[in-house]
């Protein structure tokens, strides 16, 4: 069996694609993450920030959501770089100091999805009813107490469908870090389709394993929706 | 800032330019023909037309482009002696051939999503008065069901086509030299990379933003509200000035 050696045999392709996949899911997720971060960031500035806050947000947004992902890779990639080698120089290093290629994909997934995650927080914000925040207020909560015990546990339930399609986003965008060379399932594919010449058999496979993960995980949010609803189910 | 260098940066980049409104527009004028028939055999109500479409969009909207650039580009090269034979090899060997393909039937799958949501908004009354009128289902379509849908769909179908004009930096994987290659191949050289992203960057706003505004206006002009020229109401008791 041709296929069985070449995917499970001792030597076989099938461990390190699954690997791979983790790596993907690992960087997706850790994207996700930073992405949240920064997201929420933005949409802090924009419906709490000044006059100045709220400019710098939308111009950060508009730059983000018109730019192609790849090209805010390439800037995170040469470009920090560039920075740590101008500080490992002015720290006496003389040389290129190259950022890691997992970080530098974490960085830019968080970059490209936090614009679209501002928009989903900035959604669920608008969602709460003022008194609750007046109320709030007025039983003397400040203002990180109120977000924990009165935002967050509700806005969590109106931003989850938001959150469910920017990590599609995201899993589909972490394809694009393999031209930064980070071994991921892309990656991993097309480094055996090199060495085996079959091209076509390596990319149906991971063809098929990026369909399990966004399907597995698209069930997963589905049921976290469910979930989060269940307060408010009758019966 | 080294103006001279920003300057010569973006004459470069705008070279790659006409090779990002091509892909742009051959893909999406290809992917859209694609989504209506897609979205049109989705709601058919033939498992034999509905199933394949269902599939289709599941593998499309479940994986990423760039594997199925790869996977078009690359993968078919697998099977060139047959593709030789059928005559087309000479289609599977041009990058710019293959992008087009993988972005059309990518946006395809996507943008058929967005058809049929516009689809589903058309009022069932409306359905029944063309059938009640006497038009036979492909006039309908024509006259009353495609018209309202496709006015629905518009300012989501505004989104997938930003998004679109960004995909084709894609196609700079498979050796096409458009802005973004371009731009990649500069930063390399160079280590510029915040000058070279910042010239890109103008390029791909200046484009998206006309992008949306013609969306806006083409949405404005399809808008059933839109004031339009009246006839001009009869003159009887006008006393004073004629105005």
Same mark, same amino acid.
């Given at each position: 069996m041709h296929l069985f050696d070449l995917f499970?045999?001792?030597?076989?392709w099938g461990v390190p694609l699954l690997a791979a996949a983790l790596m993907t899911v690992a960087l997706s997720i850790s994207g996700l993450a930073v992405g949240a971060l920064l997201g929420a960031l933005l949409a802090y500035a924009r419906i709490a920030g000044g006059l100045l806050a709220r400019t710098a947000a939308d111009a950060v947004t508009t730059v983000l959501r018109g730019v192609p992902d790849l090209l805010v890779i390439y800037l995170f990639y040469f470009g920090g770089s560039q920075i740590l080698s101008w500080i490992g120089n002015a720290a006496g290093y003389d040389g290129f100091i190259g950022l890691p290629v997992f970080l530098t994909g974490v960085l830019a997934l968080g970059v490209v999805s936090a614009a679209y995650q501002a928009e989903v927080f900035r959604g669920a914000f608008t969602v709460i009813p003022r008194g609750q925040i007046e109320s709030a207020r007025a039983a003397g909560m400040g203002s990180l107490l109120m977000f924990r015990r009165v935002l967050a546990p509700q806005m969590i339930r109106h931003a989850l469908p938001g959150l469910g399609n920017v990590w599609q986003l995201i899993l589909k965008d972490s394809? /694009?870090?393999?031209?930064?060379?980070?071994?991921e399932l892309l990656r991993a594919a097309q480094v055996g389709a090199g060495s085996t010449r079959e091209p076509f058999l390596f990319y149906s496979a991971a063809l098929l394993l990026y369909l399990a993960i966004t399907s597995l995980s698209g069930q997963a949010f589905r049921w976290a929706e469910i979930r989060s609803l269940r307060p408010f189910r009758r019966g | 800032m080294d103006l001279s260098f920003m300057q010569a940066t973006l004459l470069t980049l705008l070279g790659g330019l006409p090779l990002t409104l091509h892909l742009t527009a051959s893909s999406i004028l290809l992917g859209g023909a694609g989504a209506l028939v897609l979205a049109l055999m989705r709601t058919s109500g033939i498992v034999l037309l509905s199933a394949p479409a269902r599939a289709y969009v599941f593998v499309f909207r479940g994986t990423p482009l760039l594997i199925q650039l790869f996977m078009i580009?690359?993968?078919?090269?697998?099977?060139r002696p047959a593709l030789q034979d059928l005559g087309l090899w000479s289609f599977f060997r041009d990058p710019y051939f293959c992008a087009v393909l993988a972005m059309a039937m990518n946006t395809a799958a996507y943008s058929s999503e967005i058809i049929r949501g516009g689809l589903a908004s058309v009022p069932p009354g409306a359905l029944e008065a063309a059938s009640a009128c006497g038009m036979r289902p492909l006039m309908r379509l024509r006259r009353i069901v495609l018209p309202l849908a496709i006015r629905q769909a518009l300012p989501a179908y505004g989104n997938e086509l930003v998004l679109m004009a960004k995909a *084709?930096? /894609?196609?700079? *994987?498979?050796t096409l030299m458009e802005v973004t290659g371009l731009a990649g191949k500069m930063i390399a050289q160079t280590y510029r990379a915040v000058e070279i992203f910042a010239c890109a960057g103008l390029i791909y706003l200046a484009l998206t933003l006309i992008l949306t505004r013609a969306v806006l206006l083409l949405e404005w002009w399809l808008s059933p509200r839109r004031p339009r020229r009246q006839p001009a109401p009869p003159t009887i008791c006008t006393t004073g000035e004629p105005a």
């Open positions: 499970l045999g001792p030597d076989g394809a /694009l870090i393999s031209v930064i060379g980070l071994v | 580009y690359y993968g078919l090269g697998q099977f *084709t930096s /894609l196609a700079s *994987t498979i």
